[in-house]
């Protein structure tokens, strides 16, 4: 007879760099699935959402996962549950990578023999890239959900159209409605599993639903698809990231939607020949990004992650 999912448990870590913006210590949250069956070696998967999201995105994929393995599935910098920064233009992928190496640091201290995955959506798998090569670090596999060193510009342009933004709403089903209008690519989805993906976005506030971000966080993505050269800019900081890419050793696997805007086919087929050689499947149907609810979905990451 299976076991009952657990629920995770609200966490917290210290993190260095970056101020707060209300002052003193900066913590970083993260939810805490434990693996329902213990074992001599445990495994833990790190999950990492993308730019605008939080880590309660997961929920489907770790609440599948945590019968094998400990999740820990973060609220990056600036969403959620984690603190706000001081500095608006310090919400940018070197200030996420200190911050998760924190969190791995003291994975590390509790347990020692530990095996460490790690799940990136979109932003999270830039902050892998960033991470993973780290040999303290010591991160046996990569999963990249639909991104790569090379980013597509338009897609870019198009998240900057509501990225920031601080809309607020008359009830959560309204909230529900708008983040759905501007996340089509993210694929078919029943109104039970939208509205699941949506309420931890959400926050009351004097009748109010706001979406759960400091809408500050656009700042430096403004600065960059805002900017004259901001397209010659991105090209010159791929180059970059492929040199990242090209150092990650751990096996890993790419999942891209078929429709993606944001990771090409050619960027992916770029991927399978360099670097760690990443094992690519696609999902027809989706495009940026796979939310990792489907079965499907959190079949091929199960796959992966579980493999000997």
Known sequence: MPLSPPSPT???VSVPGAAPAKGGERRMAYWDWPAQQSAAVPHVVVCVHGLSRQGRDFDELASSLSERSR???????GRGHSDWLADPMQYQVPTYAGDLAALILQVRSESP???IDWVGTSMGGLIGMGVVPQKAMNIRRLVLNDVGPSIQWESLLRIGTYLGLNP????EQAGADYMASISTGFGPHTAEQWLALSRPMLREREGRWWLHYDPALAEPFKALTQAKD??????A???TIWSFYDAITSPTLLLRGAQSDLLSKETAAAMAIRGPKAQCVEFEGVGH???L???DQIDAVRKFVWAP
């Open 10 to 12: 609200l966490r917290y």
């Open 113 to 115: 023999n530990a095996v």
């Open 237 to 239: 900081g791929e180059a």
């Open 71 to 77: 999740v820990l599935a973060v609220d990056v910098a």
């Open 289 to 291: 990004a796979p939310t």
């Open 230 to 235: 901001g397209e010659a800019m991105a090209k």
């Open 168 to 171: 607020s709403f008359d009830s």
């Open 293 to 295: 609810v489907a079965p």
